[in-house]
C-alpha cells in the first residue's frame, strides 16, 4: 500500500515537474502572457486613479481601500484564473485522448496537476511585477492583523482554484458533442470578467445585483476571496461564503464528471 503511494506520489510529481519546463518551451509566448497580465493591472489601477481624481468615494471605497482591493484581487487572479485545462478541449478533438487513457495516471489528477506548475510559475513571475507596481503606485495595502484570516483566506482560494478547475473540464468536455468549444468558453471568460471582482468589487453595484452575483459560483473565484483578505466579512458572511464555495465545487465536480464518463462512453478518437 505505501509502496503504490509513494509511486503514485512520484508519477505526479514527475508529471508536475515536466508540465513546470514544458511552461519555459515558448519563451516569446510565456513573456507575452506576462506582459498581457501586467498590462491588465496597470490599466485596472490607472482607471481606479482617474475615477477618485474627481471623487473621494465610490459606494463604501476610498481610493486607498479600492487600490488595495485590485491589488489583493490581482494576487489572487494569478493564482486562481491559471489553467492548463484549457487544452483538454484540444486532446478530445484532437483523438489524443485516448493516448491519455492508457496511461497509469487519473486523468484529472494528471490536469490538476499540470494546473498546479502553471499556477506555480505565476505566482513566482507575479512577486517581481507586483513588487514593481508597488513601487511604481504606491497604494497603502491592507495586511490581515490575525493569523486566523491569512488560513482562512488560502483555504478560499485554494477553493477558488479548485471551482475553476472544474469549471474549466466542464467546458473541455462539451468537446465530446460539439467540435469545437471556444465560443461557450469566450462567453464564459466575459462572464467572470464581469462577475469575479478582477477589476472592481462587486459591492459598488446596487444590493439587489450583488446579491444575485453571490448566487453564482463567479464571484467565489476572486471577490470573495479577496474580501476576506481585507477583511471585510463579518462571521455570517464568511462562512456563509465558504458553504457557497463549497456547495459550487460539488456541483461543478459532480457535473464534469458525469460528462467525463459519458463522455468516454461514447469516444472514438476521431482525430486519429
Known amino acids: 500500500m505505501y509502496f503504490s503511494m509513494g509511486s503514485n506520489l512520484k508519477k505526479y510529481w514527475t508529471v508536475l515537474r515536466i508540465s513546470w519546463m514544458n511552461g519555459f518551451a515558448y519563451p ?3 513573456w507575452m502572457w506576462r506582459l498581457r497580465q501586467m498590462i491588465s493591472i496597470v490599466i485596472a ?31 489572487v487572479s494569478f493564482i486562481v484564473l491559471s489553467s492548463r485545462t484549457i487544452e483538454v ?48 503606485f504606491q497604494p497603502n495595502l491592507i495586511i490581515p492583523q490575525h493569523w486566523m484570516t491569512v488560513l482562512f483566506s488560502l483555504t478560499a482560494v485554494f477553493g477558488g482554484l479548485l471551482l475553476y478547475f472544474f469549471i474549466n473540464l466542464i467546458f473541455s468536455f462539451f468537446v465530446f458533442w460539439i467540435p469545437d ?12 470578467f464581469f462577475t469575479a471582482g478582477s477589476s472592481f468589487p462587486l459591492d459598488i453595484f446596487p444590493k439587489p445585483l450583488t446579491d444575485f452575483f453571490m448566487q453564482t459560483p463567479f464571484p467565489f ?43 468516454v462512453y461514447g469516444y472514438g478518437s476521431e482525430g486519429r
Request: charged share 10%; with cysteine.
Open 28 to 30: 516569446i509566448s510565456f
Open 89 to 136: 478541449q484540444n486532446v478530445i478533438h484532437s483523438g489524443d485522448l485516448s493516448l491519455y487513457l492508457m496511461k497509469p495516471l487519473n486523468f484529472f489528477f494528471y490536469w490538476f496537476t499540470r494546473d498546479i506548475a502553471d499556477k506555480f510559475q505565476n505566482i513566482v513571475f507575479a512577486i517581481g511585477e507586483l513588487a514593481f507596481l508597488f513601487v511604481v
Open 181 to 192: 468549444a471556444w465560443a461557450p468558453r469566450f462567453l464564459f471568460f466575459i462572464i467572470v
Open 45 to 75: 489601477i490607472s482607471m481606479w486613479e482617474a475615477i477618485f481624481s474627481s471623487t473621494e468615494r465610490i459606494a463604501s471605497y476610498d481610493k486607498a481601500q479600492m487600490l488595495s482591493y485590485i491589488f489583493v484581487s490581482s494576487i
Open 221 to 263: 473565484l476572486l471577490y470573495f476571496q479577496t474580501k476576506l483578505w481585507l477583511g471585510q466579512l463579518n462571521l455570517v458572511e464568511m462562512w456563509s461564503g465558504f458553504f457557497m464555495l463549497s456547495f459550487w465545487i460539488c456541483m461543478t465536480a459532480g457535473i464534469a464528471y458525469a460528462l467525463w464518463k459519458k463522455g
